[in-house]
């Protein structure tokens, strides 16, 4: 008898020190749950007085000594506002970079500027891009990243696009163009805090085969996606 009592006795302490753990363990939680909200909470805070913007899903941009550095050189000829080409509209939150081929070989990034320009007068189509990459690395920029482009459907109000030259049929950047590319790109990633993963091809927002030979060498853009990750490491 006395036996069954001890037992029941060492059962019972077992049990209380188990339910004054659980009653520990649910105590650290709730005081975990708590530190991170307040962690969340001053990060916000942080965010909406620092940056504002980003919290609205409004257009905005990072402009520090970081980013200026970086900058590639750029030819700014905008074109003039009309509804075939820069219509104006305003982009909301840059969510990524679209890279485009212009699918006309040997064409000069200027000469894919003044087709562009002259839509407004042809009326002819309604396409235009914010940047383009010529096949000497030169980079002009066509429509502010401000403000759409008629480039990439769907994806034209929260991303820039850039249409690159190439020499031939095979759509395949040289080496001058790869470069100017690369780093215009990671300039970008920098100025809109993207990353690699972020850029991405026409093809992947329609099918269409653009830039042709990246989506027929798949290699070949993993391999951009990762020289355009090195760049950007290397600016900051």
Known sequence: MCSMKRTKKIKNRKK??????QK???????????LLLVIVMVLAAGIRILHPEWLSGKYSEIDNAQVDASKPDITVKL????????PGIK?????GIVV????????TAMGNRNYFEGLKDSHVTKTSSNFIVGLD???????????????????????????CCHPD?????????????IHLCAWLCLKFA??????????????????????????????????VKKALEKSK
């Open 16 to 21: 209380s020190f188990t339910t004054i753990q």
């Open 24 to 34: 520990k363990q649910a105590q650290r939680r709730m005081r975990l749950g708590l």
């Open 79 to 86: 074109l003039t506002p009309n509804p075939y080409s820069r």
């Open 91 to 95: 982009t909301g939150k840059i969510k």
């Open 100 to 107: 485009h081929y212009t699918a006309n070989p040997g064409a």
């Open 137 to 163: 690395g030169e980079i002009v920029q066509c429509v502010p990243t401000w403000e759409v482009a008629y480039a990439s459907n769907n994806r034209n109000k929260d991303t820039v696009s850039i249409e």
């Open 169 to 181: 049929e095979t759509g395949e950047f040289n080496k001058a163009t790869y470069r100017s590319v």
């Open 194 to 227: 993207l990353s690699p993963d972020d850029i991405i091809r026409h093809y992947d927002v329609t099918g269409k085969n653009c830039p042709k030979y990246f989506v027929e060498h798949e290699n070949a853009w993993k391999q951009f996606r990762k020289d």
